[in-house]
């Protein structure tokens, strides 16, 4: 039996690691890849010198991201079920003109 798990080398900010799981490659890879230039903008944009500092501070940035991505989400599904609603409306409304046309 073969093991679903397969281990794939990544490179994060000049470090190697060992990676296992069932993620296709090409996707973990592009993980690595977006968490490296945000750890490489991290080091350029402040005087933190420190790899452990340097990735915290990277994921906060990372975290922020997907905190604003959820606010946004949430925003357009709040419209989206206005505009649901209004639209339902409107065919209820036009259901009704079309029963009182039969009925003349």
């Not at 794939?8 to 993980?31: C, F, H, K, N, S």
């Not at 991201?65 to 599904?77: A, N, S, W």
């Amino acid at each position: 039996m073969s093991d679903p798990h397969k281990s794939i080398q990544i490179d994060i900010y000049g470090q190697r690691y060992t990676i296992r799981g069932q993620a296709p490659e090409a996707y973990v890879r592009e993980l690595a890849g977006y968490l490296d230039h945000k750890m490489q903008e991290v080091a350029t944009a402040s005087n933190v010198n420190t790899l452990a500092k340097i990735a915290i501070l990277a994921a906060l940035n990372i975290a922020d991201e997907l905190f604003q991505q959820r606010r946004t989400l949430q925003q357009k599904d709040i419209v989206l079920k206005k505009t649901e609603r209004r639209v339902s409306d409107l065919i209820e409304s036009i259901e009704g003109q079309f029963e009182d046309l039969r009925l003349e």
